[in-house]
């Protein structure tokens, strides 16, 4: 439920009461730096919790300082670069099926977990995860804009 609120509300102020502040050069640097350490921080805790414990577990609190950076990144380098129309057409794609990954993500993943299952004792546990994440966030996409091209459906969004 926290993620039902908390991401669209962090979105929506990165973008519209932050976005131009963040966008200035120390700005930048810092929220890069708080983003790289808690990805740190993340990634040596899930390290050392799948070594010890052979499980690991999300760190909710670390997860927000990520997404901070990754937008502010995002629309930083979208004001810098030009993207070449194919690419264009290839993010509309994705993006016009982003809602509904946000939406399906737990029974997207569930659905792909064999993934992981066959991959994990060849390329460990990190690969494995990584490679099932991708599955599941394309296999939405791929879902949600199909769901579009249903009359019904395609009202609603």
Not at 16 to 41: A, P
Not at 58 to 87: A, H, S, Y
């Amino acid at each position: 439920l926290d993620y039902l609120f908390i991401y669209p509300l962090l979105g929506y102020f990165v973008e519209h009461v932050y976005g131009d502040e963040l966008q200035k050069r120390r700005n930048l640097i810092l929220v890069n730096l708080v983003g790289l350490v808690s990805f740190g921080l993340f990634t040596a805790e899930t390290h050392i919790l799948q070594q010890h414990y052979g499980r690991f577990e999300e760190i909710n609190g670390l997860t927000f300082l990520m997404v901070v950076m990754l937008i502010t990144d995002v629309r930083w380098l979208c004001g810098k670069i030009k993207i070449p129309q194919w690419l264009k057409k290839i993010l509309l794609f994705a993006g016009a099926g982003v809602f509904g990954v946000y939406l399906l993500e737990p029974q997207v993943r569930g659905v792909t977990s064999c993934i992981y299952d066959v991959l994990a004792p060849y390329i460990t546990w990190f690969g494995a995860t990584f490679i099932w994440l991708i599955a599941a966030m394309v296999l939405g996409i791929l879902f949600m804009n199909v769901l579009k091209r249903i009359p019904l459906v395609k009202k609603l969004f």
